[in-house]
């Protein structure tokens, strides 16, 4: 199985700043990536797909990057309903995989 | 409006069955793959089982492959997931998920319902 390793685990920022959250993947999973937000008791919420490319209705301030085994999640300028636990997946190999998460945290 | 709607979660004594549903609507059914997540206490998200448009291609997680059945009704919108021999570590909230295409091995999911809730505990 390609093992998902976030860092970092938590992370504590404050509005305004921007944030970046790494996932890296045990073997090249080209651009075969995917990023969800989930807030405490809610389901995960698509953010990205295909390393890069923002779901409907995502707002500007998320980007993606990367392609092999390292990639990025950006939040350019943290908003309050930004906190939350984020999670990447790869989806190129069986089975799919998530990170353990990276909980950005209010500062 | 895209919409799943989990049901059938509740508490069950360790080596029970139980039966999750997953109804859809707001699309075309039987155009897409499902998948089920599960989510253990305080825990990460794990990928449990897919099923593809047809119901023909059935994937499952090492961790309940012979004890979990996924299946799907396309005449009633609806995915099934039949859990057996559970125990304490099958405990989690269970998400359905679309998968953006018909095949079950895209792996990429992009409307998930928002949960049925399984608790295994004698």
């Known amino acids: 199985d390609i093992q998902m390793t976030q860092s970092p685990s938590s992370v504590s920022a404050s509005v305004g700043d921007k944030v970046t959250i790494t996932c890296r993947a045990s073997?090249?999973?080209?651009?075969?990536l995917a990023w969800y937000q989930q807030k405490p008791g809610k389901a995960p919420k698509p953010l990205i797909y295909?390393?890069?490319n923002l779901r409907s209705g995502v707002p500007s301030r998320f980007s993606g990057s990367g392609s092999g085994t390292d990639f990025t999640l950006t939040i350019s300028s943290l908003q309050p309903e930004d906190f939350a636990t984020y999670y990447c997946?790869?989806?190129?190999?069986?089975?799919?995989?998530f990170g353990q998460g990276t909980k950005v945290e209010i500062k | 409006q895209v919409h799943l709607v989990e049901s059938g979660g509740g508490v069950v004594q360790p080596g029970m069955s139980l039966r999750l549903s997953c109804t859809a609507s707001?699309?075309?059914?039987?155009?897409?793959?499902f998948h089920w997540v599960r989510q253990a206490p305080g825990k990460g998200l794990e990928w449990v089982a897919d099923?593809?448009?047809?119901?023909?291609?059935?994937y499952y997680a090492k961790s309940v492959k012979g004890r979990f059945t996924i299946s799907r009704d396309n005449s009633e919108n609806t995915v099934y997931l039949q859990l057996s021999s559970l125990t304490a570590d099958d405990t989690a909230i269970y998400y359905c998920?679309?998968?953006?295409?018909?095949?079950?091995?895209?792996?990429?999911?992009?409307?998930w319902g928002k949960g049925t809730t399984v608790i295994v505990s004698s």
């Open positions: 998920a679309r998968d953006e295409s018909a095949a079950a091995d895209y792996y990429s999911m992009d409307v």
């Open positions: 707001g699309f075309t059914f039987n155009n897409y793959a």
């Open positions: 099923i593809s448009f047809d119901g023909l291609l059935k």
């Open positions: 073997q090249d999973i080209k651009t075969w």
């Open positions: 295909v390393a890069s």
């Open positions: 997946q790869q989806s190129t190999s069986f089975p799919p995989t």
